[in-house]
Structures are given as C-alpha cells and as structure tokens.
C-alpha cells in the first residue's frame, strides 16, 4: 500500500510539474477555441446603382442564465420580462418562469430570439440585464448573414451565389460567383469561444478578436428598367407558346455592357424561373441567324455580290446525295441578297458549296480570323465552347460546309452569336461583352473595367454596309417583315433551327425547334444589339423565328424607344412662326395704343395680359382667377384707368 501510495503520488506530480504545460494546453484547446466570424459579403449594383444583391446580416440572442450574479438577476428579471413580453407577446410572468428554470438548470445558452434584424437586435441589447453585457448580463450575440435578391427571381442566375459545402467545394454561378473569391467574400474574423458542454460554445467576451473585413461592392452594367423590359417580354413569350426554355441578351453597342439578360426555363407545374444561364452556357445549332455570317464572308472574299443570282430551284436541291429545302415552295433564281431576305437554305448552301467546297480551309479561316471558334473568355464562370469542325473532324463531311452555310454542322452560344451581330452595329469592332463595370469600397474605386476590342475591323465597309442594308431589308420586307413599325427601325435576322433531330424519324412524330431572332437597333447609329432564342416551342402554337422570337425582340425595342427621351437636333434658331408674329404684333400695338385706357386682353395668354396691364402709365392692379387664355375682363376697353384701380381677369 505504501509503494502503491508513492507511485500515486509520483505520477501527480509528473502530471502537475512534468507534463503540466502539456495538458494544460490539451484542455485549454478542448474548451476554448477561435471561431471564425464571416465577413459581409460585397454589395451587387446595377448600372443605375440599384441593388442586385446584398448580405443581409441576423442575429441569434442568447443569455448564460447563471453569467449574472443571484442579487442582480432577481432585481433585472421582472423588468427583463416585461421587456421580452413587449417585444414577443407572451405575458410577462411566462419569461420569469423560463428564465428562472434556466437558471436552476445552470443553462448557458439559453435562447431569446433568433434570426433577428439589426435594429431588433439593437433593441434587445438595450433591455435590462442584457444591457450589461456578456460579462455583467450573461449576453450571448451570435451573427449569421443571408444573401438576398431584391430584384426576386429577376436575373437571379446572372446575379448568381456563391456556395461552399462542409468540403469545402465551392459552387460559383454568375456575377456573384465569378467575383465572390477575388472582390465580394472579404476577409474572415476570429472570436474566442468557450466549451460549455452538450457541444455549445459560448463566446468568452462580447468583441471579436479579429475583426472580418467586408468584402468590395460589385457595380454591374445591368440596367434594372431594361431587365424588366426583357424578363418580362420573354416570359410572356414563353408561356404563351408553351416553350421548354428560352433566353434574352441587350447589349450596348458601343461599350459591349449587357444591359439586361435573362434566361427562364419550364417547370413541372407549367410556370417558368431562372434555372440555368443558356445564354452564356449553352452551346447548340444557331440555324438561320449564322446565314448573315456565311453571307458576309462570302462578300468579303468577293466570291460573289449582292446581286449573284442564285438558283434555289423549286424548294428542293440535292447537296451530295443529301435534298435541303427551303420552306414553301421555293424562289427560284434570285440574287444573293435576297437569298439572306428570304433566309433561303438553298441560296446560301449554293453560295458556299459553290466557292469553297474545294479549300473549304478559306471559309473556316474567315471564321477563324472572326474568332468564332473561340470563347469570347466573358467574366461569368461556364461559358459554352463553340464547334466549328474542320476537314478531319469527326463532324466533319462533304455536307458539313452547305449544312453550316445556315447554321447547321456547328454550334455557338447565343451571346456569342449576339457579340458578331453586335460588331455589324459597331461600324466592325468586335468587342466582348462585359458584365462589371467597376469594383468600389464605398466611393473609392479599387479596380475599373473597360471595353475590351477583340476584333478591331470585321470586314471592309463596302461589305459592312451592304450586310447592314439586307439586315434592314429582312424587317421591312424579308422574313421579319411582320416585325416592322413605321415609328422605330430595326435591323437583324430571324432563325428556326431543328432540334433534336438525331433520329429523324422520331422527330416527326415529334419536332422540336429552336426559334431565334439576332439584330439591333435603331437600323440606323444602333444604341442597342439584341438577341432573343426560345427553345422548343409548342408547333401547335408556332415556331418560326419571327413569330415566336421576333415579337420579343421589337418589344424590347419598343418599350426602350418609349421609355428613353428622344433628343432632336435643332439646326436653325431664327426660324419665322407666323402664328408668334401676329401675337408679338397684337401685343406690341396694344402697349402702345393703351397707356391710359383699358385695352382688350381677352384672348390674349393670361401671362401676356398681366405683363401688358402692369406696364401701363398708369399703376393698377390685376387679379387673375384660373389660368390659360382670358375669357372676361372686369373693364370694358377703352375706359379711363384710375391709379391703383383692381382689374380682375378671368381665365380657361
């Protein structure tokens, strides 16, 4: 017993002497830890400076129930309830029981509300006892932030989040996304917390260690009025139609900011949301918007003119072994520019077939040299791979090059189709489109965006204006012509694209087509490029370009041409009105015959007859009752004024 008794004591003081230090450390590590603290995360404005996004901060209020001591917890508690029953409406003597049985439970993270705003959380720190502090009152503060749209489901995609798992994988969707790791997270906060069993932690004081640094506000080029133009046209669009999924893109012309981009796709239920962004990601078959590029290269490498006659026969041409059709039946001969006005397939398989089946290189080049074969490389995070096939390719055959002539064989994004489009309107400046224009801390910019030419001249100007003018054509007369309005001009291309067609025979049972629309306006100095592609409409509905997508396209444009004031130039001031002579005259003659008598004013614009009556000779005063031109006098003309004499007129 007494050796037993010697090593108990020997290993007591190994432990306290020995390795004190090192559990000591072991103990301290299991009950009091550093948290880390979220910063908030940066704010996403529009262009007009609204908000797109924003942290949200809430708050968790707890008390340590045995933190205060007994005589201060029975002196704060009744006006501690009554402070709570004010806030939360239970009575008073409810919180004193609860709070008494935490107490006589020895709870130290008793909860008081949760999920609280800032200023309810302002409020609750001010009650008694809390107000003392986590020290003094026991109060235990916990801060969590949650991310809102205030838009709702408007852009939400192209707004984007960022999300990361308990793995730490981080999930990044659109402008939020793509800057969220550089500008938007900022950087994490510490706070000592201490074990207080059962698992929970209680911060040990009522500061943090380490502040969090919020993170940069995020400026976007989005135009919040002309998103709602656009998310709302293609919604109606798509329900009405019955479409699977669709999407809009406004470009600004000049400075390639997107304006506004939506993307909506069908539910289970029938209603629509934004699901994915198709716009930027998804790569498919452009159909018959893609015959203004084949036409322009054929232009440029003066293989043809706009006047080549072109022979579409009766609908129907046999490409090596293989019919295209044109729909109804058929154009006959007609000259290369109104093959793209009548978006005849035959007419540009022809062109191309006809030109470059022997060095189908000199075509690919071109679209090469265009950089169609690229990503335009823009911000947001997914961007979908163009495929233009080449002699070699697994995709590639004699039918390839007349199958991509109008759009088949090939596959782009529709905001890569909208940036070449975009480069016709600019005068051949191909620029990438640009979601962000500016990164700020408040007011102080930490980084600025600029446009980014990717393509300084597409083509000469001869071919530039000559595609201008058949894209002008296809509104006023061609395909789009159900598009066209006196009131304000458009230019682009319409598109019906087969989809899903890998087994043709199933597909006429059931045809599925893409319906596009590509263009901008005004036709003439654009401000705005525009693409519109709508996925698998109902046939039983329609599903022509200029049907389904069209109508889309001009009511953007519409609804931007009324909601933005229109400046007109003046090119002479010192124009003659005969109308404003003859009321200078009348006014002039009247000044100068009345400088003691009253002068007939009735007829006259209310402010010209007060003007004419107090600069006679004589001081009268007038009263005008309404406004407009006078209809009454109160003396009759010609009467002999006296000084100081009431004149009372009376206007409509």
Known sequence: MFVFALAVVFKLCSIQFIEGDLYRELAEKRTVKHFDIEPNRGNVYSVDGSLLATSIPKYDIRIDAIQAKQTVFDDYLPALADSLSAYKGKSASYYKDILRKARAKKNRYFLLARNISYSEYLRMRNFPLLNKGAI???LIVEQTTR??????????????????????????????????????QG????????????????????????????????????????????????????EKYEAEHGCVVVMDVKTGEIRAISNLAKTSKGTYYEKLNYAVGESHEPGSTFKTIAMMAALEDKVIDTSTVIDTKNGRKMFYGRPINDSGKGHGKISAAKALEVS?????????????????????????????????GVSIIGEGQPDIPRPGAENWSRNALPSMAYGYNLTMTPLQTLAFYNAIANDGELIKPRFIRAVKSFDKNIETFKKEVLVDKLCSDKTLNEIK????????????????SETFSMAGKTGTARTDYANYEEWKKDKKYISSFAGYFPADNPKYSCIVVIHKPSTQVG??????????????AQKIYTDTPLIDEVNKLDFDNILVEQDFENYFTNANNYKALMPSVVGMP?????????????????????????????IIKHQKLKPNQTIILDAS
């Open 136 to 138: 003094g009152g026991g």
């Open 606 to 634: 209310a402010m010209d007859a007060i003007a004419l009556l107090e600069n006679l000779q004589v001081k009268v005063k007038v009263k005008l009752n309404g406004s407009g031109i006078i209809k009454t006098q109160s």
């Open 543 to 556: 599903y022509y370009g200029a049907d389904v997508s069209g109508p889309v396209f001009k009511r953007i």
């Open 147 to 184: 991310r809102e749209h205030p838009m709702g489901e408007i852009a939400a995609r192209s707004i984007g989040y960022e999300r990361i798992d308990e793995n730490n994988y981080a999930t990044r969707v659109g402008i939020d996304g793509a800057f969220g790791e550089k500008y938007l």
């Open 187 to 238: 950087k994490k906060g510490k706070r000592l917390k201490q074990k207080i069993g059962n698992g929970q932690w209680k911060p040990i004081a009522d500061f943090d260690q380490v502040e969090p640094k919020d993170g940069y506000d995020v400026y976007t080029t989005i135009d919040v009025n002309v998103q709602d133009i656009a998310h709302h046209s293609l919604l109606g669009q798509l």
């Open 469 to 484: 003018d058949i894209l002008k054509n296809i509104v006023i007369r061609g395909t789009g012509s159900r598009m066209y």
């Open 344 to 376: 005849s397939n035959i007419g540009l398989a022809t062109i191309v077939n006809d030109h470059y089946s022997k060095k189908p290189e000199k075509f690919l080049d071109r679209l090469s040299k265009w950089k169609l074969d690229q990503p335009l």
